[in-house]
């Protein structure tokens, strides 16, 4: 398995609308979906999307840590590797939620954001099995943020608050964001 590199905004693959994957036989594919996994665990990441490693496919990975920790805040959704490909969310609450964000792409950035409490997602396996998901509190979040990457969304686009740890230099894109201390958030 190989480690990919994460991009930041300075590639436009990031801002692109990626492509639905149609030839789910492909090896290469199987091969990126490897390696995508492979690198958010690397990244201490809890989701991963293909423009992030700048491949412009509709194809998302995630997993919620499973420390104890973690089983006590999100139950079963802990530590289950999701592998989506062509996600589209066809459900959404109509109560939202605001919870602290970043993103492997924005290193050092930090915001608020307002997500669906919960949302159903649909979409294919690896193999190009259908598959439904129902996603609720952290989890639906993720799935909201990594879904968000394959049209080029990044969470500042929605933040109501930015932030960025001090040692950060600001991205040329984000430079207004406001420079306050760092406060790390527990998750994410
Ligand atoms: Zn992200």
Known sequence: ??????????????????????????????????????TMHEAVGVGLAAPQVDVGQRLIVIQLPDDEESREEYGDDAGVLFVVLNPEIVKASKEMVEGVEACLSLPGYFGKVNRHQQVLVKGFDRHGNPIRIKAKDWLARVFQHEIDHLDGVLFIDHATEIWRSRDVEPIAEIEEAEDEPATEPDVE
């Open 1 to 38: 398995m190989a480690l990919l590199e994460i991009i930041t905004p300075s590639n436009p693959t990031l801002r692109k609308k990626a492509k639905r994957v149609s030839d789910f036989s492909n090896k290469k594919l199987q091969q990126l979906i490897d390696d995508m996994v492979f």
